[in-house]
């Protein structure tokens, strides 16, 4: 963080000694301009992504109906069950965002509560998650059991585990902030994780509707 | 780097706004809670459902990219609509050319 920060600082020196700006005005316009580009960089991450979600997709499509004799992913779920896992990543979704217009408004103890209670929420999504796998695990609907629930798993948890990664993330985050306040640094950051948690929510969408909803038809 | 300028970062995305967070959840809701019941109660029959459930999640999608990650077509923030709408052809490539290769292969195959 403070490397990151000297580092920045650094530029801005060099930047100042080598007269490319005549003002600070016309300054914060190049570091604006150069933030915009850092962000979209993490939105081509995030867009490749999407690409490893689609293929994961089109195998879990193609796979489906491989289930080996055994029962079919309808018999396996419950909806309600999926339904409360929804709502809470849909209200963390929702939770980050209030986030963000705190540290907009420079409130900190604001930015912290919201996002400490994403925190919690994207837990117990996940914790819901792993108990549902580790009750079709106990189960022996394993995914070494047929190619229908090897496709299911690997969908399912990659997704899982791209929450888990922002949870931690998400920590980082909230101890950072803890520590700094509002900083410009601190905003960017959470601006990146902001783009990737409401990805995460926006992939879960499909994976609620393709894996679940329609292997519940 | 004064505070004030924190504000000021919307980073290609359209300034968000607690009206539009909250237009996101109230749609999220209603879509989700609409493709939850009918499919729980199974109100139509199998292929309108699955119409209608791809229809639901797609209008989420959009839901969720307009009010949550305010995506639009203004100043920087085209270019990331654009690397999205490409995303979004290659995604149709991916997942549309697999389904179709492996269908004909099993129907080649019977």
Redo the contacts between chains.
Sequence with gaps: MTELVMEREMATAIDHHNGNHDHDHSHDDHQHHNDDIDVFGFWIYIMTDCVLFATLFAAYSVLEGATFSGPTLKQLISLPYVLTETMCLLASSFTYGLVMLSIYKHKRNFALFWLTLTFFLGLSFVGLEVHEFIHLYSDGHSWHVSAALSAFFTLVGTHGTHVSIGLIWMALMICQLAKYGVTPQINKRLTYLGLFWHFLDIVWIFVFTIVYLMGAI | ?S?D?????K??AK????KS?MT??FL??LL?FT??IL??E?LLS?AA??IT??A??VA??FA??LC??RLNMTG?GR??SM??I??FL??FV??GG??WI?YNLNVNMM
């Design positions: 780097m505070n300028q924190v504000v000021k970062l980073y290609g300034l968000k706004t607690l967070y996101g959840l999220s809701l989700t493709a939850f499919v729980g199974h199998n459902l699955y459930i791809t639901l999640a989420q999608l969720q990219v949550f990650l920087e270019w990331n690397a999205f490409f995303t290659v995604v991916l997942v697999s389904l492996m």
